[in-house]
């Protein structure tokens, strides 16, 4: 069934824009009739803005009904649960989200959801082109059974490959494990693959470089889970002369969107999830527009999400040059607690210069935080001491890239924590609680 539904994502991408919408919204419109029966939440919420499954919804139908929020998954609870799964979905699963926002919310997943997040999955290798006679190596948390020396190894790399194609060896290391522990793990097991935080990699990446390691098989790294720079993947092409193939998902939707092949934008996965990105009107965003992402997954009946806003900020893209006709985001820009805010409430999406942070001072860990309106704090976790022409440059050297009414005050620790999840965040807006993670 996996390879069937596989070769119908073949030929989907290559529809045109308007194709895959029109089949988009055939889908969401089951959708919605199966919601106004099966899901006492989405009865209420679908008379109220006047959907009530009468006629076809329209994408302009469509931009009437109320987002939903984090706090609305909370307090409706059950009532979000369709009483009435249709047989061929198979049992339900319960997940919760890592709760880094404040906010943890519990989500339920069919079967069939649970299968069409594999396919995708086998959808990203074979984009990439990957060697799935390779070997894969993982760090990321990992509940138990993966701690150093010796990590875990299985024989696949997992189900959803398994299932369909034959694979290599996985190798998987817990993500609390010191970055020197983590290099000398993978120069034992040499992996063909890397996958990994996008912050992780850097790390890794940095000490590769400084203690003059090398891993010969490396063909690619794999980030998820958090913001990707362009520095990390200058990173990695400097460290291990390798590229990066990211992808963009939710605990709560699955996949979202995957790296094109051949290229750094993402194609979202439209099979699967409705995208839209909409603006401070509540509007569709055009391409080259930054706006707020909102998700609706397409085949989860068992707990529609339907407009759910995640708190993510996207780019809307143009027409993707490989000529499939997925939508496109440009760049994924991070949640609201991402954003730096000055006096006059004016946003700015923080960039640091990182590469020359480093140049000024080698450092392990660093992570930028507005703690006011008027000051931010820079904490840093050096590799030696530093010495006060270090402390004054960096402190102007950040100071440039903020706006003028805000302060840096250097904060030297002995290590940052990761947040729940393994994750871990290299701004973030401390005024601004409860704003969610990717």
Known sequence: MRLAILQQLEANQWRSAEEIRSLQFRQLNRLLRHVAKTVPFYRRRLDGC???????????????????TRADIQQAGEELISDELPPEHGKTAKASTSGSTGMPVTVVSSHLNQLFWEVVTLREHLWQGRDLGGS????????????YPDGFTS??????VESVFPSGPLHALEIDTSVAQQAEWLTRVNPTYLRGYPTNLLSLARYFQDNGLELPRLKQCLTFGELLHPHVREACREAWGVEIADAY????????????????????????VLLEVIDRD???????????????????LAMPLLRYEIGDFAEVGGPCPTGRGLPVLTRILGRERNMLVDREGNEYWPAFGVKSMTKIVPLRQFQLAQVAVDKVEARLVPERPLSEDERRRLVTHLSERLPGTVSVELVLLEEIPRGAGGKYEDFVNETKQGKGDR
């Open 249 to 272: 998902s939710s605990q709560e939707l699955g996949y979202i969107s995957l790296q094109a092949p051949g290229h750094e934008h993402q194609l979202v996965q439209a099979d699967f």
């Open 136 to 147: 894969m190596a993982v760090i990321r948390r990992i509940p138990k059974g993966a701690s």
């Open 155 to 160: 024989k696949h790399w997992g189900a959803p």
């Open 282 to 300: 509540g509007r569709p965003c055009k391409p080259g527009e930054v706006g707020r992402v909102v998700a609706t997954s397409l085949h989860n």
């Open 50 to 68: 006047g959907l009530t499954g009468e006629r076809a919804v329209t994408p302009e139908d469509w931009l009437r009904m109320p987002l939903l």
